[in-house]
């Protein structure tokens, strides 16, 4: 595996943004931890919406919900791995 992967959400010839794939793993679940609540957030305003999508935002929460409560367990055992 090369040490820097381009992210895939962008589709360029010349990648700028980059993941250091031998970054500490607490900084690598933090970062996608961050990201996927960004996103879940987004969803969230949606479902409290009006109309036909806030059904589809409320079952697309639902399953970020879940793996956000998953990723926060993940961090709390690396963190506690760290410190032993």
């Known amino acids: ?4 992967l381009p992210i895939t959400g962008i589709d360029c010839k ?3 943004l980059l993941i250091d794939t031998q970054a500490p793993l ?3 679940h933090e970062t996608a931890a961050h990201r996927i609540r960004t ?3 987004l969803l969230e305003n ?5 109309g036909i999508y806030s059904e ?3 079952v ?3 399953s970020l919900r879940d793996g956000c409560d998953l990723l926060d367990v993940i961090g709390w055992r690396l963190q506690q791995e760290m410190t032993i």
Do not use: N, P
Request: hydrophobic share 50%.
């Open 14 to 16: 010349i990648a700028s």
């Open 39 to 41: 996103a879940t957030q």
């Open 60 to 62: 697309l929460v639902t």
């Open 46 to 50: 949606l479902a409290h919406q009006e």
């Open 56 to 58: 589809l935002a409320k």
């Open 26 to 28: 607490d900084v690598l």
């Open 1 to 4: 595996m090369d040490r820097y």
